[in-house]
């Protein structure tokens, strides 16, 4: 027996299994009186029994089989699908999902006696009993009716290997560099045979390229498929009653992009529910519905995805904000009231929180910091609004795919580099004497490229104005800092190359590109610069 | 040219399974169902010489499956496959018509030993 194969079919079959539990759970728990998630439920459970059983896998198969049993037991009436059982339920399917992974991490998954003892506990002892469940049965799967989903994958899909398909993004970078040169070198011969080819090529290459990003891409849903779970469980937790409201499951983001969203996503989510959301004691006394609603909704504009997490709850407190910023020495006392930029840089300023408690959800620190780096290294923007007792609304805008990456070029000592959009805020003068760039009587923290990367002298004559030198302001995680430059070039799409991280490469090196003359450049991270 | 074979079994993980053991012992799997009713239509379309049958598939369960096989087709050759703890559904199929049961998780030869026992 081919144990690899039936390990990994096992592991897929159940991970989806597990995961449409949960969305039947969370539809049953909404509304109780439904009889068509119980029938498909006890499937899901059924079949996640039989392949484990079949991998002699007794810890899974077990808490499935008891798991099955409650089920039957609701089926059959002689159980009422009260919220402690539905409790048990999650909390079985948290219990398989451990034992699941633990299988692909090839462990041997360990077994709950405890947990299968409450679910056993559930079923009234003379249910138990397999004769009288053909009649319970057809019927409810009669009743189920077309409401069912055929298991197994799609029609005409496969699923591919994530590697394999950095592979050929990566060969089809190389094309596409390699394409360019080409282009640069055929324009020097307008009208002949090279050029005409080097035409044909150019938009085959545009088609092979789109054509492979778009084989990158997946519904946001593979990421926020674990949220509504998540959330509810927090709803328990907090003592709060939360309803999370999801749109655009199906907008299409790059698999790196997406999978680099789940911790900042978890985050805002968390964030909302505990933070943004009041009690519902609070909320009735606001005169809002004692259920608060969390909102998750993606929606695609041309080369950008935005993704907006938004809660129905106090809003943030500007003068409150303003207090623990001025508490901090991080504005002056006389400052006016933030506005949203301002107050999003404020609440991304590590350490400080509009909390005096500290929370078991959140933490301490609202970690928008964390959250807006993240954003920032996929080449995206976070954009705050909050309006008090209305809500909170964060949209964070990402770029459709990573491997294409729009950036200020600059030049220092004749070497070209590139700086992601995503991380500038402004370009500004540098005047000689001064050590640091003032911007707006505000002084930054300053480097200088040329003095990064290693080159003597200031470039003072390299520069269009004796003296004075372009800088540009970089803004990482809500703190501003000024990166001077010889010279500004001006705007481009740069291929991102993935780099062999060699030894000692410096940190501010976050990847390198072929520009289209074939000279290569580095990509900077300014991040790690300051 | 060996007996042909159809698969009927919810999980992609057990059709995986039976079809190889199937396939490794020379028989030929013309087709998979996921769901009873599937197993109906592939049957009229298939006519294989051998069905092996979960019981419980979305849709239609394997049992209702049997029975409307057998309607039109009372010498149709059925293995039951089931899970423990399933005896007297494996009972109510052989009434409605299947000839024999292996119970899951299931030994290769066991299977092959039921097979070939019904193609005779």
New interface residues.
Partial sequence: ??LA??TA??LS?SRDHLQRCNELLLAWERAPGATAPV??L??AF??I???S??L?LEPVSELA?AAEQVLGAVRQGALTPSTDVLNALFTAVDGLATGVEAVGRGEPPEGDSALIALLCGLVPPEQGR??E??VV??RL?AR?GTE??????PARQVRVDLERLDALVHAVGELVVARNRLASIADREIGSELEQVSGRISALVGGLQSGVFRARMAPVDEVFDRFPRMVRDLGRELGKEIRLEVQGTEIELDRSVLDALTEPLTHLLRNAADHGLETPDERAAAGKQREGTVRLRAERRRDEVTVVVSDDGRGIDRSTVREKAVARGLIDPNAPLPDATALLRLLAHPGLTTRSKVSAVSGRGVGIDAVLARIRSLGGRMELKTVAGRGTTFLLHLPVTRAIVRALMVGVGGERYAIPFGMLAEATVHEAPESEVTLRGEPLPTADLRQVVGLSGDGGDSGPLIGKRPAVVIDTGGRRSALIVDILLGQQDVVVQQLAQPAGLPGWVGGATILPDGAPALILDPAALF | MGHTVLVCDDAIFMRTMITDILTQAGYDVIGEAETGAQAVEKYRQLKPDLVTMDIVMPDMGGIEAVREICKDSPEAKILMCSAMGQQALVVEAIQAGAKDFVVKPFQPSRVLEAVQRLLG
Avoid: N
Avoid at chain 1, 148 to 153: D, E, F, Q, R
């Fill in positions: 027996m081919d194969r039936y079919l096992f079959d029938a498909e006890f499937r059924h079949s029994k039989g392949s059983a079949a002699s089989h397999p004769a469940v053909p049965e057809r799967q189920a069912t989903v055929p298991a197994g994958l």
